[in-house]
């Protein structure tokens, strides 16, 4: 099955504590992105990614990083969480961009991250 | 301003009402237009995609670009209580980077 799998689903931690959450997608996509989604703000892109190697800052990049060393992974680094981090985030991919019907992002089901 | 504006509800209809949800948006560059579908706890789904201005229907959904008054609607007919959820209006250029969305409109279909 076509998928975006993102690890964990829930997570608690404390401020300070460096997590990261994983993604993995199966349809060899070459973009990749994260979201978060807050209440009244909706879908605001972190970082985005073109290919392997090839990242980039989305709106909402601070307090964050990525990496893309191989084509399927994308993870989500937070190195120094803070409470402002609390939110739901979703792993996205799609064929690519720049062209009609590769711009379709397929969404993992999201992780829903608490910071205390 | 926000590059997106859509109302975030909550909608409440009966059973087999006619529900329309719009967008409105400031970015002229903008040319592709999607609706995607959020239920609790999953990821949002692509629902509807069109390029461009026009209508384009999918059953009992149809899309409508306004690129004029840069406005875009989804028209739901006889909405069903399975149709509760929310949904999401997303937009990107045509050399873009990235989807901009919608803060998603929140749709209770009652039965």
Redesign the interface.
Known sequence: EAQVTQNPRYLITVTGKKLTVTCSQNMNHEYMSWYRQDPGLGLRQIYYSMNVEVTDKGDVPEGYKVSRKEKRNFPLILESPSPNQTSLYFCASSLGWGRSGANVLTFGAGSRLTVL | QKE?E?D?GPLSVPEGAIVSLNCTYSNSAFQ?F?WYRQYS??????LM?T?SSGNKEDGRFTAQVDKSSKYISLFIRDSQPSDSATY?C?I?E??????V????TILRVKS
């Open positions: 997106v859509q975030p592709y999607m706890r999953k990821g949002p789904e692509l995609y390029y999401l997303a990107d045509e050399y873009g980077n990235k989807l969305f919608g803060a998603g």
